[in-house]
């Protein structure tokens, strides 16, 4: 029997049994699996025991395995032929801390549902959406699947870290430590959103990050601003000459070399996203602006989501206290980050910019730099056969055309599948904007939780159709 002609059980069963993948994901929302904190070390470990044993009772074997930090989940579930195709999923079961608690609603480790603002029904609880919530979705596909059919309808593996709101620190070595346990055709992952809360998304390119902390020093020591001033060199003003400098009157970055490699959206991508309307009165509104600040030549959605950025994250140097201090710094310094996009380099973008700093560094001032994060960007094959599956079968659940996206942002994740494990990854979510991820009062809508999981239906048994 094909999967398709099963489908339609399985959709019934999610929705007979609803209030019990509630229930569940809310016993999951009760830990407080704050990964930051080593006070909740226990409590991690707790959730990853949790998982696994709820997995395991899929018919997986399942096992929670140790890193250097806190532990992540193996569980893997195959059929009987080499046919099928073989499917990673990625999740995460860590959250972020609570703080600042005074601005929560009501407690973040007791979950609810409850009315949104605009009368939504929407799940409250910290990690609700990030990421409990979404890795739910697709768990509990899995559970319907093999409720209604005694199987799933493709090899499937499943891997939960703990560490992904620390910068997943120690789950690369764990990835080349255990690449024959997570071999696969090709990833999928549930960690965005979707366009609007009735309309789907593939996320299908996700911008890099360079991330570089500059220290620019001059006299050593700080000096009397009516002794010195006017004849010693003032590095607050050499720093901020340097940083103004970064972008010329159109929004481009001035950086030598800093756009080689990056390429226009494909035509037809293009005139698909011009079409949905989004407008500096959308987006830029609410938080209070009205100008896109960008390169002027390219629209407001290729300006968030697939050209390359930089932005003046921090700047301090000098005296900056109560009152007054006639000082001239000795140093000041400035971190600053670039959203690199395909066919960019990290190591150049990063070498292109200290050589931009050198160059208009004048005499009597020394640079020292730092790097904090170095991650390429990841573009998949607009004619992959999995992305096409999972489109078509999101279309089918949410009755309007899903949408193949970009994000601004970056999951260093899908970068590492792709250089360790060799796998493409299909990025599926169902997080709205006004989610709160990372913030007080976190939610997670309930309709995204009840169709995210039909959703994650669908896609298997669409996968399932494509073969290998």
């Not at 032929?81 to 959250?95: A, E, M, N, S």
């Not at 559970?143 to 939960?160: H, N």
Request: charged share 25%.
């Amino acid at each position: 029997m094909s999967s398709t002609s099963q489908l339609q059980p399985v959709l019934d069963r999610i929705d007979a049994d609803f209030d019990q993948s509630l229930e569940r994901l809310f016993a999951l929302l009760r830990i407080k699996s704050i990964s930051a904190d080593p006070a909740f070390t226990d409590d991690c470990k707790k959730a990853a025991e949790h998982l696994a044993a709820d997995i395991a009772s899929l018919g997986f074997d399942a096992e929670v395995r140790p890193t250097a930090g806190h532990p992540a989940i193996v569980a893997t579930a195959k059929g009987n032929t080499g046919t099928r195709p073989h499917i990673l999923f990625y999740g995460h079961y860590d959250v972020q801390p609570v703080d600042p608690l005074n601005l929560w609603n009501r407690p973040p480790f007791e979950p609810v549902v409850t009315k949104h603002a605009d009368g939504r029904d929407i799940i409250v609880a910290r990690g609700a959406q990030d990421d409990k919530g979404q890795l739910s979705t697709f768990v509990e596909a899995c559970r319907a699947w093999v409720k209604v059919t005694g199987a799933l309808p493709v090899d499937l593996t499943i891997c939960i870290e703990g560490e992904e709101e620390v910068g997943s620190k120690n789950f690369v070595p764990f990835l080349e430590g255990n690449k024959k346990d997570l071999a696969a055709d090709f990833a999928v992952v549930c960690d965005t959103g979707m366009w609007d809360s009735d309309t789907p998304a593939i996320t299908t390119a996700l911008r890099g990050l360079v991330y570089e902390e500059v220290k620019i020093t001059a006299a050593n020591r700080d000096l009397h601003s009516g002794i010195y001033g006017g004849g010693a060199q003032n590095p607050i003003r050499v720093l901020t000459r340097i940083l103004g400098g970064l972008h010329d009157d159109n929004g481009r970055i001035t950086i030598p070399g800093y756009y080689d490699g990056v390429k226009d959206l494909p035509p037809e991508i293009l005139a698909q996203w011009k079409k949905l309307g989004l407008t500096a009165e959308t987006f830029l509104k609410p938080i209070g602006l009205s100008i896109p600040a960008g390169e002027k030549d390219r629209e407001l959605i290729e300006q968030i989501s697939s050209r390359p950025t930089c932005d003046i994250n921090g700047i301090v140097g000098g005296y900056t206290g109560e009152g007054s201090k006639t000082v001239i710094a000795s140093h000041a310094s400035a971190k600053v980050s670039f959203r690199i996009v395909e066919g960019q380099d990290p190591v150049k973008v990063r070498d292109a910019f200290r050589a931009y700093v050198l160059a208009r560094l004048p005499g009597d001032c020394t640079a020292e730099f730092l790097d904090h994060s170095n991650a390429p960007a990841i573009a998949l094959d607009w004619n992959m056969k999995p992305l096409a599956a999972a489109k078509a079968a999101l279309t089918d659940e949410w009755g309007k055309d899903a949408l193949l996206i970009a994000s601004g942002a970056s999951i260093p994740i899908v970068a590492d599948f792709k250089r360790t494990l060799g796998l493409d990854t299909v990025l599926v979510g169902f997080g709205l904007d006004d989610d709160n991820i990372h913030s007080p009062n976190e939610k997670y809508d309930l309709k995204s939780f009840h169709k995210g999981i039909r959703s994650w239906a669908r896609i298997l048994a669409a996968f399932a159709e494509g073969k290998k």
